[in-house]
């Protein structure tokens, strides 16, 4: 059953997206069954406006729909998270040769503040503020893209479909690895190196659990490569 903990929300768009982000950061948790009652309550929303929001939602296969029953979280097995993972490892890592080609000064002076925000939430913060810190360097990370198109794809295949695991982290270890990876894939884009950058993407999606995996990603090579952005 939903939490009753009330969130502001406007019209079935906003309640959409609202749902799919309690799902992605799992508080809303693989196969939870979503009652309308309970959707208005929670997002203070009409009872057209939840309807609207749970039918947008079924048809990107967020949830799923049973007559006479109603919704529930789209249940995501293991193997078809692997798939899943390894089609976000694809369009994640198309993106960086243009991510590369573009990025600027700010882009890198901003990503490295969203990378310390998170390590701030890693440290001090709940399941949601983990999430929306993380969120945020990967969407301004990936909104460098010169293609644009992909780019979005990108971004909807990570926030709108059901990519993730239940739990986005493993371990508390998993989770400050992956915020040391995003140090390192700003230092990778401020060096403009496609190749470690694009190791780095593919690391930390796929997140294994071997120690040192961080470690093992290709170092840079003994050519200078010019900063974008000392440290």
């Avoid at 009652?37 to 749970?54: G, V």
């Avoid at 979280?73 to 692997?82: A, G, N, P, Q």
């Avoid at 993380?134 to 010169?146: D, P």
């Avoid at 190749?195 to 840079?220: F, N």
């Amino acid at each position: 059953m939903v939490s009753l903990k009330k969130k502001t929300a406007r019209g079935a768009e906003a309640i959409s997206a609202a749902i799919a982000a309690d799902i992605a950061s799992g508080q809303l948790g693989n196969g939870a069954w979503l009652k309308q009652i309970d959707i208005e309550a929670r997002y203070r929303c009409t009872r057209a406006d939840a309807r609207r929001a749970l039918e947008a939602l079924a048809i990107k296969g967020v949830v799923q729909r049973i007559p006479q029953r109603g919704y529930y979280v789209t249940v995501i097995d293991e193997s078809s998270r692997r798939e899943l993972v390894e089609v976000r490892v694809l369009l994640e890592t198309a993106t960086v040769p243009g991510i590369v080609e573009r990025a600027t000064v700010k882009d890198v002076r901003d990503l490295r503040r969203l990378a310390a925000e998170f390590a701030v939430a890693v440290r001090h913060g709940d399941v949601v503020e983990r999430y929306s810190a993380n969120r945020a360097f990967h969407v301004r990370l990936t909104r460098i893209c010169a293609n644009r198109e992909l780019g979005k794809l990108t971004l909807a295949v990570r926030g709108d479909l059901p990519t993730t695991p239940i739990v986005q982290w493993r371990s508390q270890a998993r989770i400050e690895r992956s915020c040391a990876e995003h140090s390192l894939m700003v230092e990778a884009l401020a060096d403009r190196d496609v190749a470690k950058l694009s190791d780095l993407v593919a690391l930390h999606i796929r997140q294994p659990e071997a120690s040192g995996e961080v470690e093992s990603v290709r170092t840079p090579t003994s050519t200078a490569k010019s900063k974008l952005l000392a440290r």
